[in-house]
């Protein structure tokens, strides 16, 4: 945000951008939004837009465009090999992280896929941050298996650490040295790290796990799909680089890493993916796989428009303005469900509000999904749909065991530049009502259970009628109001 200041004291996020273009909302009468989560099975993932009022389930490919990315789309060459749009869309991402080579993809996991492909062997260990549900299944699914190295700081739900992000460095010595640099696939880094919060990394601590990488002979792999958000939090909040340029931040992190991949339903605004290097034998191996899996290599599964846009939301990441919103809004709604004693994770992240399920609703044990639980109620109490990111997300083990998550919490994302300060605001207020009635809500069980990315299509139910008492009192206290 510019530095406006407010002269009744207390600041408060404001917009540097006007809205243009409009989408109209709706709110269903509390009836019918119980009738809607009890149609899509208590998980959020499957109600239907047309049912929810704001969606809060995820910041990928919801994120608002500029009018900028919208008039470049018009410009789209549409051809299958070596368009225009291709060149414009290669010399945007080598201009934005200064690399070599650009692979496209259509989208984040596209990317994991490949990669875990080429690197992934039986056996492998993946030492990483944080895994991210789909890095994770794919890396299981070649034979290999995660191991998270984050600062023990990064899994406690109240901190005042800035970069809760950050690798364990003795932690990644340890696994090197036990199960040998040959055994290491590689070391994955994620940007804004997505399940603990949105938290993110400092560049001293990628420059540190780089050089033990680079002396071990380790590729490190950057998870670039949240990098807005972490490039915001690194020129803010990390001493070092407060005077830098966000493309000499950005620049740093790239030249730290052997390959980035990202999301461009994240990073860049619009929707597609990629993978960079400036190493030739993983460009090599890299582009076998594109035209494979993901389409022509000047293409790669992506629609021509998306990917104008993308060169464009790329260029406008390095615009303080742009990349500021999310984290500003996101701060401000910690800060006030904070000071009410809901539990959140603090300090603040990007991507989203995470409120802590396990504290919320302490009386529900894990394997009745809490955060699960805590979706659900709350999309009744609001019409707000957000994600579990718990242990609903996590996948059972070969012997059918259900590991407990670390954390219990219910993302409520912040798309960028989407919504207002006063929806916002209704946001933290039907969570308040919720955090009052909080001993009304119970667990969830499973009635159908995928194997694989349970929480993408599994169904549930409520271990009682516990859903019907929550419509009840908000009846008792909002009256008629929707
Ligand atoms: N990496 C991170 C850190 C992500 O957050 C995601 C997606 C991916 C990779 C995969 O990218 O969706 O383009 O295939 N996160 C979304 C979310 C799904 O809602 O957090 P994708």
Redesign the pocket.
């Known amino acids: 945000m510019a530095n406006v200041k407010f002269h009744a004291g207390e600041s408060f996020p404001l917009e540097m951008h006007k809205v243009r273009i409009i989408q109209k909302l709706n709110l269903i009468p509390i009836e019918e939004r119980l009738r809607a989560v009890k149609e899509a099975g208590n998980n959020t993932f499957l109600l239907k837009n047309r049912d929810v009022f704001m969606d809060m389930l995820?910041?990928?490919g919801v994120n608002a465009m500029s009018d900028r990315q919208l008039a470049s789309m018009m410009e789209a060459d549409d051809s299958y090999a070596g368009s225009e749009t291709f060149s414009r869309l290669e010399k945007s991402v080598k201009n934005f992280f200064g690399v070599k080579h650009f692979l496209p993809a259509h989208?984040?996991?596209?990317c994991?896929n490949i990669l875990s492909k080429i690197f992934v062997k039986e056996g492998s260990i993946v030492p990483m941050n944080y895994h991210?549900t789909?890095?994770k299944a794919h890396i299981t699914i070649n034979g290999g298996k995660v191991e998270e190295i984050i600062i023990d700081e990064g899994l406690k739900i109240r901190s005042s650490c800035p970069f809760k992000g950050n690798i364990d460095i003795n932690k990644l010595n340890a696994i090197i040295r036990d199960h040998g640099a040959q055994n290491v696939a590689y070391v994955r880094m994620?940007a804004g790290t997505?399940l603990v919060g949105g938290q993110p990394f400092s560049l001293e601590n990628l420059n540190d796990v780089s050089k033990i990488c680079r002396s071990a002979n380790i590729p490190l792999v950057l998870?670039a799909?949240?990098l807005a958000d972490n490039l915001y939090f690194v020129k803010t909040r990390e001493e070092s680089c407060k005077n830098m340029e966000l493309r000499e931040i950005t620049r740093k992190f790239a030249e730290a890493s052997d390959i980035i991949y990202f999301?461009a339903?994240?990073l860049g605004f619009g929707r597609g993916?990629g993978i960079c290097t400036n190493n030739e034998e993983y460009f090599l191996k890299i582009r076998e796989m594109v035209p494979l899996f993901e389409g022509f290599l000047t293409y790669g599964g992506m629609s021509v428009r998306e990917m104008e846009a993308i060169a464009v939301g790329l260029d406008e990441t390095l615009d303080e303005d742009m990349i500021s919103q999310g984290p500003i809004f996101i701060d401000y709604m910690v800060r006030e469900l904070d000071k009410k004693g809901v539990p959140v994770i603090t300090p603040a992240g990007g991507l989203g509000c995470h409120v802590d399920a396990k504290a919320f609703l302490d009386h529900i044990p894990q394997n009745q999904y809490p955060a699960g639980a805590l979706a659900a109620s709350y999309f009744i109490a609001s019409g707000i749909r957000g994600?579990e990111r718990g242990t609903l997300s996590e996948q059972r083990d070969e012997n059918g065991n259900e590991p407990l998550s670390n954390m219990e919490l219910l993302r409520l994302?912040l798309p960028r530049r989407v919504f207002t300060l006063s929806q916002v605001n209704y946001a933290i207020d039907r969570m308040l009502w919720l955090y009052k009635n909080r001993k009304l809500v119970e667990g969830l069980r499973f009635v159908e259970e995928p194997k694989i990315l349970r929480f993408f299509f599994g169904r549930l139910e409520p271990v009682s009628d516990w859903q019907d008492k929550v419509v009840a009192q908000f009846r008792k206290d909002f009256g008629d109001s929707l």
């Open positions: 995820t910041d990928s989208q984040g996991r596209a994991e991210f789909t890095a994620e997505n998870d799909s949240l999301s339903r994240k993916g994600m994302a």
